[in-house]
């Protein structure tokens, strides 16, 4: 029962056991600095490494990385881009301060104050319309190659317009 319970609900890792690394910092040396360097996250669950390797970019020699990810299902994607787009938005949008304090209620609180549930709302607005849309290079990620970008479940075809 339980282990059907937990294929049917799933798990979700909300952070890892190990601190988050700058995935920069594990690239070989290249001789040449505009040499772009590629880097694939394979069942991560959750984007610590990805906001890490965002937020120290500017530290150091500058570096061109692309960044592949690959999940057994859309969730955890979903996710990491969902604090992505919070930790990357316009610093007209709540200051970083705020949005670094709606992040961390957003992982670990069971229950959202007002203020975070509106920003929550807003960023998913955004964040459906950004994989939706054919305009997915506006938003702070690349999503050309993204396998399923049209929100369709299991029970649901690529054009299913329901909620």
């Known amino acids: ?3 059907a319970l937990e294929e049917a609900a799933g798990t979700v ?18 001789a040449d600095p505009a040499a772009e360097a590629s880097v694939l996250l394979v069942g ?22 692309t960044l592949f990810v690959a999940e057994q299902s859309p969730e955890p994607v979903a996710r990491q881009l969902l604090f992505l787009l919070l930790a990357l938005e316009a610093p007209d949008r709540p200051r970083p301060a705020a949005r670094a304090a709606a992040i961390l209620e957003l992982l670990g ?31 702070p990620a690349e999503l050309g190659l993204m396998k399923v970008r049209t929100g369709a479940g299991p029970n649901r075809g690529p054009g299913h317009r329901g909620g």
Do not use: F, K, Q, Y
Not at 13 to 30: E, T, V
């Open 44 to 65: 991560a669950a959750e984007g610590r490494h990805l906001l890490m390797t965002a937020a120290r970019a500017r530290r150091g020699p500058p570096r061109n990385i």
């Open 109 to 139: 609180s069971g229950s959202l104050r007002p203020g975070t549930a509106a920003l929550l709302r807003g960023a998913a607005g955004r964040l459906r319309r950004w994989v939706r849309t054919e305009r997915h290079r506006d938003g």
């Open 13 to 30: 890792c909300w952070w890892g056991l190990s601190p988050a690394i700058d995935l920069r910092l594990h690239l070989p040396p290249d």
């Open 1 to 3: 029962m339980a282990a």
